[in-house]
């Protein structure tokens, strides 16, 4: 199949593939979507098909307006309300009880469906011209960096979706966050994301997140977040803040005869930089929001280079930090030095 490249004013184009239950790539604000009609199974799986994602995990309903959400969902909380009319449109996909004429593959099989409504024109203007709810996971291939550009589709998924719609580099640069409310009198974040615990404690209260629950059986997860994820061709390696410091951890991989990519701030890559001048600047140091933006871009941009390990700088998990964190340490499988 030829992917056809779309520009901003070919939008009729990409909503007349989707009604017709082909598959299109769209930006929003977070990362590229890879979208389909999500009332239509058979467009559906072919979203799964050119991923190569598990038929376990789940899609987000992406929509434009809030009288959609009682379309596909019920048991709709006063908290539910708040999030909607405090964060949308925005990075927040709040999970809920599902009602409707969703197709099967969508959910996964659960009763629960995840819906956002992103803050981006391009998007909701997409789902408001084709007129459909559109089931869109982020638009990679399965297990890889999630696509911050209309480029990153295109490497993953060229010859296997109908088009992409190109609408420059992504804002945010992580995922929304998943907020499960199917149970409003216990909120949790299945996946940190775009917005933050404290940004939803101010007001629904006390939010719990998952990894603080490990060991409680009866929490519900975000299916998508046991598989291996955002991992580029070369290991990650995370340069801890208390660990044995960036000088020793530089000379530990070189003495092992191995290429340093340096994913780090522009302070780290000035002091550090390795002889062979491979690094990706994240930013200025402590900005998480910059960091945020550029981490899945640089995790791709060492593919491109003799990098055989990539040293990457953590931050602190304050706000988007937690975020940023939680997909470095998923890239890296935990490894940290
Ligand atoms: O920012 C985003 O959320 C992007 C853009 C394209 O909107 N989308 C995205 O989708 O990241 P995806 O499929 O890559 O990640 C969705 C996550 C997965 O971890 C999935 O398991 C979880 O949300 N999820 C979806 N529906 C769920 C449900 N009903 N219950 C629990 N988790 C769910
Ligand atoms: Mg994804």
Known sequence: MDTVWMKEEEIYKAAELLIRGEV????TETVYGLGADATNDAAVKKIYAAK???????????????????????????????????????????????????AETVTAGLDTVGIRMPDHPIALKLIEISGIPLAAPSANSSGRPSPTSAEHVYHDLNGKIAGIIDGGETGIGLESTVLDLSDSSK????????????????????VMFKPELSNQTDVPMAPGMKYTHYSPSEPVVIVAENGIGWE????????????IGLLASEEIIKEFKPAHNCSFSLGKKRDTASA?????????????????VILAESYSRIGIGEAYMNR??????????
């Open 24 to 27: 299109v790539s769209f930006p």
């Open 187 to 206: 909120p949790v974040i299945l996946r940190p994301g775009g917005i933050s615990k404290e940004e939803l404690e101010a007001v629904i209260g006390p």
């Open 328 to 337: 470095l340490e998923k890239a890296a499988g935990n490894k940290v030095i």
């Open 292 to 308: 945020s933006k550029r981490l899945f871009k640089g995790l791709r941009y060492f593919e491109e280079t003799k990098a055989t």
């Open 248 to 259: 020793k951890a530089i000379r530990y991989y070189e003495n092992k005869g191995e290429v």
């Open 52 to 102: 190569g994602r598990p038929s376990d995990n789940p899609l987000i309903i992406h929509i434009a307006n809030l009288a959609q959400v009682s379309e596909y969902a019920q048991d709709i909380s006063e908290k539910a309300r708040i999030v909607m009319e405090k964060f949308w449109p925005g990075p927040c996909t709040i999970v809920l009880r599902k009602k409707g004429p969703l």
